[in-house]
């Protein structure tokens, strides 16, 4: 198969001129050719050349002129050019173990096929030829094409031989076939299992690369269906195994809230690109294992699982090595608040309730409406119905109450200092008791988050705490 006409980038052909000069055979290699024959976009790509590859990358450097930033990797023999948003990858080809992260790579000079050999998948170890000879050849040794056309995620070598070079392979499999929405090839799928425990050597930051393009796949729930599976999950994310299982007590059964979990997540991925968005939907019953209780009466409860799942995200995030910043604050309110908006709908919608969940949202409040629908799982549609129109109520209450009362941002209009000044007081307990209460009466609608009401209101609770006005600041 000749691809010339593809190669459309006029980087080809500059690479194709600099490898002519320098004599070194080169090819186009990996996630750009497999992505090119699948006609998705990409922005990187990759070159091998049989020789030095940084020698390679130099002169292509000098060729595109520019002055374009090149950064070498001395250990690893790479070089990379960044070309705008583009980067360009050069390597030599090697033989023996790969592993472009692990800290003592073995690197021994090898040929194409010998690099094509110890590559992760049939489908990654295609190369396009930029020889004069033969330019825009594809070289196809493992029947990569043909898994294409089946959709199948397959080892070149032995399934053992290539998962022991770099066990993260392991999650690749099934990163890809989510990804891509392809099989993993049977033997394949058989070393995973086989081989899952040797995941436990590679680095947690290496691992959650792979997790989160799992779950930013079109349908995530294949993916971790086949993590599950193969019981990669429960050496990865234990937490999230312990959601499988349906307890049942005097005919009474609770759901399996792991598939839950998974219908949520795929829910929720309809409706949302965003990656933390999508970890809220996954960590939103986290602890319902933890807090499952049987009562004779009601059946199965699980009281409590919003705060307790809100304080176990912090140690899963660590442990996982995803940031403790802001996006773990986010997902870690999100599963608090869960609940509350259907809770909002089962008593009857006051505004006090929609103000409160609005001071605690904030502007988080849509995508806590986007995780609540995608919650709704119920195989009854009418079920369904219901609950969804019940939220749209609630959202529009949510739009009236602050368009009256700007609660979404509130900022309360008496600060600390003005109470000390007005009572004559210093820093203390007393201070932060009339802020809350000035904040509880907003909440309930019982003073406008407004200066005059405020601070009528804090003289009024000054007097009753028995202080003296000093001083007037109307
Ligand atoms: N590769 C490998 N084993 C790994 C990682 C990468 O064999 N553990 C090889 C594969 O041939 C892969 C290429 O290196 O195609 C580039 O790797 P990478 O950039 O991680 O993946 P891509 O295939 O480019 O896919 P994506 O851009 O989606 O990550």
Redo the contacts with the bound molecule.
Sequence with gaps: MNLKDQLQDSVFQTVAQVAKEQGLETYVV??YV?DLLLKRE?K?I?FVCVGSGITLAKAVQKKLGRNLPLSVFKNFGTAMIKNGEQELEFVGARKES?DRNSRKPVVEDGTLEDDQNR??FTI??LAISLNEADYGELVDPFDGVQDLKEKLIKTPLAPETTFSD?P??MM?AIRFASQLNFDIDADTYEGISKMKDRISIVSAERIIVELNKIILSKKPSYGFKLLFHSGLLKIIFPELVKLQGVDSIDDKSHKDNFYHTLQVLDNISENTDKLYLRWAAIMHDIAKPATKRFNKKVGWTFHGHEDKGARMTPKIFRRLKLPLGESMRYVQKLVRLHLRPIALVKDEITDSAVRRLLFEAGDDVEDLMTLCRADITSKNNHKVKRFLQNFNKVERKMREVEEKDKIRNFQPVITGQMIMETFDLKPGRTIGDIKEALKEAVLDGVIKNEFEEAYNYMIEMGREKGLTVVKTLK
Aim: proline content about 0%; charged content about 55%; glycine content about 14%.
């Design positions: 990996g996630g497999r990409s990187d990759d790969y590559r992760d990654n170890a770099d993260l392979r690749r």
